[in-house]
């Protein structure tokens, strides 16, 4: 088979819930174990971080995966989805798994896994691990793909185990309350393995600490001891931070959300200095500024407040979720321009009244689709932005809407893409 023969395989062979919704997901780890087992444990050859969370599970890998690059590590990162090729998911210190590694792969084990019918996410996972075990990475960040407890990331016993916050999605999988939620995200806890939450909550925390005593883990919540002073917006899309104790940081990941993520960031950092993995003498640490700096160049991480171009300004983020768009929808307010375009459109197993109640009412819409099963009608969209006060027109396509508001762009427009990260993935790969 070729490389898009292969991947054309495992989107129509494999049970995928970023395509499929519902369906597409599978509960527990029986198939997980079995793979692992065929496979010989390959994650136990490397040491791992692993990372879970609603939103900013992404960042935080990508950030913890770039510092350890700029230390000298042999890096594997597995996240997920992947916004344009599949390769994406599997990188070690940036580069993408090769194509004929991943044909490889298919070709010679199809004929063990076939007969587990197992979901395109546990073939996926057990892709990634034999390969970072392969190439003699020394240590892996692991994103969580949905939920935590019964995800099959969750055979890894790391070094540090990383919850960077909880809010609603995917509850008809992981519960309908935040404590629910975070029950099933709290199943990453690994027994004496360090834990560090991101972000606090008065219903979570207590999920997080009872878990953390049970397993006789050391806790610590980020925003108990915040690292960040101060946090701006800068010229080039990324941002600046003043910090407590290593000095100024600049970012290149957009997004004012990326403080908190940043001092989750910091604070694993830290855990990971008193297991012995890491050495930073205070604020000269040069390898954490450039890990910091050059997250996007060192790991290939896209699509988080993007800058495409200035003239008009065009900004894609992949946010999807109400905790996604409480940043957001402040980002979008902080926009100083004449007129806003936003092309927009959603997955239909998400809350969606309540992210369009957080959309700007002044913005100029055009209500498009992603290329995806799970893609909620631009029409049905349209529908329910009028009752929240927002206008626009539909379009078929992702390319169809984002060429209509640059038509329709000033050259001191603002232009925004997102909602989903199909919308996003769909853009990036035809639109630039």
Not at 164 to 169: G, M, V
């Amino acid at each position: 088979m070729t490389y898009q023969e292969t991947c054309d395989y495992l989107y129509s062979q494999m049970p995928m819930f970023e395509r499929q919704g519902a369906s597409g997901y599978k509960e527990g780890l029986s198939n997980t174990h079995a793979l692992d087992e065929h496979f010989g444990h390959p994650h136990q050859s490397f040491a791992t971080i692993h990372v879970a969370g609603t939103n900013g599970k992404g960042s935080v890998s990508h950030m913890l995966a770039s510092v350890l690059q700029e230390c000298g590590y042999v890096v594997g990162l597995y996240t997920s989805p992947h916004l344009v090729d599949f390769r994406e998911r599997i990188r070690i210190n940036g580069h993408p798994i090769s194509e004929e590694y991943v044909v490889d792969f298919v070709e010679h084990e199809r004929a063990f896994f076939e007969p587990l019918h197992p979901s395109f996410f546990e073939v996926t996972t057990a892709l990634a691990f034999k390969y970072f075990s392969d190439m003699q990475v020394d240590i892996a960040v692991v994103e969580v793909g949905l939920g935590g407890r019964l995800d099959c990331t969750n055979i890894i016993n790391p070094v540090v185990s990383v919850i960077t916050n909880i809010s609603f999605d995917h509850t008809q999988f992981l519960g309908d309350t935040l404590e629910k939620i975070a029950e099933e995200k709290a199943g990453i806890i690994k027994r004496g393995t360090p834990v560090v939450i991101g972000e606090n909550h008065p219903l979570t925390r207590p999920v997080f600490e009872a878990k953390a005593r049970k397993m006789g883990a050391p806790i610590v919540f980020a925003e108990d001891e915040p690292e960040i002073i101060s946090a701006q917006p800068t010229a080039d899309g990324g941002m600046h931070y003043e910090t407590r104790h290593v000095g100024a940081l600049d970012g290149d990941l957009g997004g004012i959300y990326q403080q908190k993520n940043l001092n989750t960031v910091l604070h694993a950092l830290k855990t990971l200095e008193e297991r012995g993995f890491l050495h930073f003498p205070g604020s000269d640490c040069i390898e954490l500024h450039n890990g910091i700096a050059h997250t996007c160049s060192n790991t290939g991480l896209m699509g988080r407040w993007q800058t495409i171009q200035q003239t008009p300004r065009v900004v894609c983020d992949t946010g999807h979720n109400v905790g996604g768009w409480q940043y957001l929808s402040r980002q979008l307010a902080m926009v100083e321009c004449e007129k806003m375009h936003i092309v927009f459109g959603m997955v239909n197993d998400k809350d969606i009244d309540s992210v369009l109640e957080m959309l700007p009412k002044h913005a100029i819409y055009y209500f498009t689709k992603a290329d995806t099963k799970r893609a909620l009608n631009e029409h049905s969209l349209r529908l329910l932005a009028v009752n929240h006060g927002l206008s626009g027109n539909c379009y078929p396509s992702v390319d169809k809407a984002y060429s209509a508001a640059l038509e329709h762009a000033g050259d001191n427009d603002f232009v925004f893409v997102g909602g989903s990260s199909y919308v996003v993935g769909d853009f990036l790969k035809n639109c630039i």
